[in-house]
């Protein structure tokens, strides 16, 4: 059974910075991309960026320049360097991963698995 589990969150001022992480375990074939989402109280989950399996790096408007995203393929783990947050950036976290599982015998089908979710908040 496919697993991500993401941390990192925490209460930050305004300005500062925080590291989110989130690792794949299991039963895996290949992951192909990895990013995260986030979801503000009262709002719906939006994407936040998003790191494909060769390494290119997309980013929400919303955090291009502040946000780094990235990926470690040997430990099956992306992270999020978030920095300059602000007060809007207060949100549960979620990683998210397109990946491939292997049941023991071959590849599965493809699937789309979810961290459990870190809160970040951000104090003015």
């Known amino acids: 059974q496919v697993q991500l589990v993401d941390s990192g969150g925490g209460l930050v001022q305004a300005g500062g910075s925080l590291r989110l992480s989130c690792t794949v375990s299991?039963?895996?074939?290949?992951?192909?991309?990895m990013g995260w989402y986030r979801q503000a109280p009262g709002k719906q989950r939006e994407w936040v960026a998003t790191i494909t399996g060769g390494g290119s790096k997309n980013y929400a408007d919303s955090v291009k320049g502040r946000f780094t995203i990235s990926r470690d393929n040997a430990k099956n783990t992306v992270y999020l360097q978030m920095n300059s947050l602000k007060p809007e950036d207060t949100a549960v976290y979620y990683c998210n991963a397109r990946l491939i599982p292997w049941d023991g015998l071959k590849p599965s089908a493809a699937l789309d698995a979810w961290g459990q979710g870190t809160l970040v908040t951000v104090s003015s």
């Open positions: 299991g039963s895996i074939f290949s992951i192909n991309a």
